[in-house]
């Protein structure tokens, strides 16, 4: 167990569909980022916050939003959902902005868009 | 253009025998290099973190070396087992605020008995 908890570990839903992945951080980590990872493709930062805040946006799609709540979990929401959505979306957390420590992975949520 | 080329792309060995996988990157400023372990289908396990001033790190039968005047970085896995077949992951930060971090494909490894 790394700490940070993904909830749930597997989601299958239709296209057009919205879904919401839930991630809790490890205890005292700041920072959540959301990665996703398709079929044989290397992870692809979506987006992080710290402590509650957005500090940086990657190849986030304007389908997807995500927020980081007073408790520091953070939500992931896709919507509109395309079968290209499917992959293993990632959170980590780490407790400064992720320049000097290092990350700690969930263990995924795998989505399925049928 | 991807900042950080792992090679090779997927590698297959004998059980016991040791391998080295390459980093190269073009991250600048340079912050720091981390090479991750991931299983199929699970999250990214760390194996080494090295700043600018570290030119070798060592987790176990994970051996990481880092050469940060030619952009280069190593991992070798000595005695491989068969739980060693995973990706392995290199990312290097730059040093600048917000999200510095670039990740590579990831070298597939394969230990076969």
């Known amino acids: 167990d790394s700490g940070v908890t993904q909830t749930p570990k597997h989601l299958i839903t239709a296209t057009g569909q919205r879904v919401t992945l839930r991630c809790s951080p490890r205890s005292g980590d700041l920072s959540v980022y959301w990665y996703q990872q398709s079929l044989d493709q290397g992870l692809q930062f979506l987006i992080q916050?710290?402590?509650?805040?957005?500090?940086a946006k990657g190849n986030i799609l304007e389908r997807f939003s995500a927020q980081q709540f007073p408790d520091l979990h953070s939500e992931l929401n896709l919507s509109s959902l395309e079968l290209g959505d499917s992959a293993l979306y990632f959170c980590a957390s780490s407790v400064d902005q992720g320049l000097n420590y290092g990350y700690t992975f969930g263990s995924g949520t795998r989505l399925t868009v049928v | 253009k991807n900042q950080v080329e792992q090679s090779p792309q997927s590698l297959i060995i004998l059980e016991g025998k040791n391998c080295t996988l390459q980093?190269?990157?073009?991250?600048?400023?340079?912050?720091?290099l981390r090479w991750y372990k991931q299983d199929t289908g699970r999250g990214p396990v760390s194996l080494t973190i090295?700043?600018?001033?570290?030119n070798t790190k060592s987790n176990g039968r994970y051996t990481a070396t880092l050469d940060a005047d030619t952009k280069q970085s190593s991992l070798h896995i000595t005695a491989s087992q068969l739980s060693d077949s995973a990706s392995y992951i290199c990312v290097v930060s730059a040093a600048r605020a917000g999200y510095a971090l670039n990740f590579g494909k990831g070298t597939s490894l394969l230990v076969t008995p």
């Open positions: 090295m700043t600018f001033s570290e």
């Open positions: 916050y710290y402590n509650g805040e957005e500090r």
């Open positions: 980093c190269n990157y073009t991250v600048s400023p340079f912050s720091n």
